[in-house]
Structure formats: C-alpha cells, structure tokens
C-alpha cells in the first residue's frame, strides 16, 4: 500500500507482504492500533528506500505510530532520505507499541537518514533492548519495562489528523487487543510450522497477560506447540518455571493441569502423582480442569502404575462426584458399569 497524503491508518493489519506500507514524500500519517507482522520483505514499517518493504518513510515523510505491534518481521522498521518517523517522543504520541522477534542478523530499526529518530517508550519483549538493535541514530530511551496499559490500546489520535490522543468510538478495539494480536500471529505462525517462533510468542503474552483470557488462551497453546514438535521434554520444563515463578496466581492450575498431562504422556508416573493427587491442590481449580485431572489420576493409577484398586476408586468416586460432568461416561467405561 503506497501514501504519499495525510490521514490515519487505525486498527489495520499488514501481514505476510512483499510490500506494506510505504509513506512518502512529506506525507504525515497516522498508524495506530496496527498488527504489522511476519513480512516476508526486507523489512517491515519504513519511510522510504528501494524495493519492497512493510512499511517504509522517505523524503521528508513524518509518520507517527503508537499502540501497534509489530513482530516477527525481517528488519521491523526503516527509515530513509531525510523521514523523521516518530515511534514516541512526546505526551501526544507516547509510544506504547510492541516491537520484537526481528529476524536474526537484522535490527528492529534502521535508520539512514541524518536525523535521530525517536522511539521511546515502546515495549521490546522480555529482553532490555541493546544497540546492537538498532541501526542508525535511534533514541529509544527510555523503553517500557513491561507491556503498554490497557487503556493505550484504546486511544487514537484525533481526525484532521491532529497530534492529540482522543478515546475512540470504535467498540471493535479490544483493550487487550495487543495480547489478542500477538495470540493470533502466534496461531498463524504455529499454521506455517514455525513453532520456535510460535512458543516465543505465546510466553511473552502469558508473562504480559497472566491474569487474563489471552494469558490462558497463551498457556493452552503454548503446550500445543511444544506437543506439535514432540518438545515435551521443555515443555515440562517451562512448565516447571512458571510454577516456580508465576507472573500471576491465576495461571498455576492451568500450569499443573498441563504438567500432570505431559508428565503422564511421557511415562513418569510417580512425579504426576503427587500434583493430580493432591485434593488440597486441585479442589479449588475450575471444574474444566478439575474434572480432566481426576480422569488422568484414575489413569495413572490403573495403567501408569499397575494400582487398579486405587485407579477404580477415583472413577468410582467422581461418577459420586461428578454425574453430570461430560467426562462421567469415561470413568462408567472403566469400571464397566452403565451410564446414562
């Protein structure tokens, strides 16, 4: 997409292109509430240079972007011939953008033009950001320790292309509409097999949305990934940190849930044990992990352990428990007794 006039682009996506956004030629654009994402080009948001790029500022362009993620391209943003993109600078364009997951021997931002380029205040990941990221004169100091606050990805900037945050009217943006994209890039890249990238992406959202549905959504399909390549070994590893160190309280049942499955799966039994049965533990989790778990320690009990007194006992007590739940006529099954 070519721009060389004014106006705003807002909660637009600009994925898998050869070419993106290109601003040029004084044009003064807003990007705002964006997903610009895995470019297969050279790199992604620019501001002019030859070829094709995601999005790309040339000649005396002034592009402002804010609230927009931005990941998993080559070189994530260029800058050319005199543009002065702003990635955050100021109280009306405070930055707030996720950029990270720029390809390997490649940088978030290169600028080559003669003026420093402002990119301050912006989320890099869960690593300090480093020079070495950057090409150019780039200030992106300070950088956000953790990921934008919510209301962020609720602001735009006004019409007439005026340089003030204004709440938008649009009910459509999420205000975790961040995580959410980060969540979708991540399904798209596991969809291409590229799974590595996928993992690094959901534990960033788990680690900056713990408390929410996407953290959860990030959680569940992390382990889908690591399944995906056969990584079980990691994945109870990973699993085992998130235990050790939880960004929040909220995620440590889902974190055993998927632990006594993956431990289960690879044969250690004895170690699976003692979470599944652990009442004090799993009594308080949300029946949708509750019930699933009783169902794995009654497995583990009967085929894991060779215990089938004990494997019985736990189904015989959660068709007491449980007779309405979807997994009773699993453990009917087992003991061989009717279910209706």
Request: aromatic share 14%; glycine share 6%.
């Amino acid at each position: 997409m070519l721009s060389n006039a004014n106006g705003n682009f807002s909660s637009c996506e600009f994925k898998w292109n050869g070419c993106g956004l290109e601003i040029l030629f004084g044009s003064d654009i807003w990007i705002g509430n964006c997903n610009i994402s895995n470019s297969t080009a050279d790199y992604e948001v620019f501001t002019y240079g030859e070829g094709c790029y995601p999005i790309f500022s040339y000649s005396s362009a002034y592009p402002e972007a804010g609230h927009n993620t931005i990941t998993y391209n080559n070189t994530n943003v260029i800058a050319m011939e005199d543009a002065l993109p702003e990635f955050g600078r100021s109280t009306n364009n405070p930055g707030n953008n996720l950029i990270f997951g720029h390809a390997e021997n490649c940088y978030d931002f290169q600028n080559i033009s003669s003026d420093t380029i402002y990119m301050v205040k912006n989320w890099w990941g869960a690593r300090i950001p480093q020079s070495s990221q950057f090409y150019g004169l780039v200030n992106y100091i300070p950088w956000l320790t953790s990921p934008p606050p919510e209301e962020g990805d609720n602001f735009q900037r006004s019409p007439q292309n005026q340089k003030t945050m204004q709440p938008t009217d649009d009910p459509g943006v999420s205000p975790l509409s961040s995580a959410y994209r980060m969540n979708k890039n991540a399904m798209e890249l596991m969809l291409d097999g590229l799974y590595s990238a996928a993992i690094d992406t959901f534990q960033v959202v788990i680690r900056a949305y713990p408390n929410t549905d996407p953290g959860r959504f990030a959680l569940n399909h992390l382990v889908m990934a690591y399944k995906a390549v056969d990584d079980y070994s990691d994945a109870i590893n990973y699993l085992t940190n998130l235990i050790s160190d939880p960004p929040a309280s909220s995620l440590l049942p889902y974190a055993y849930y998927h632990k006594v499955l993956l431990l289960a799966r690879t044969g250690e039994y004895q170690t699976a044990l003692p979470i599944a049965s652990n009442w004090q533990l799993i009594s308080v989790w949300p029946s949708s992990l509750l019930e699933p778990t009783l169902i794995e320690l009654g497995v583990i009990y009967k085929y894991g352990l060779n215990n089938i007194a004990s494997g019985d006992s736990v189904f015989q007590q959660f068709l007491i428990q449980h007779p309405e739940s979807h997994l009773a006529f699993l453990a009917a099954l087992e003991l061989g007794v009717p279910y209706e």
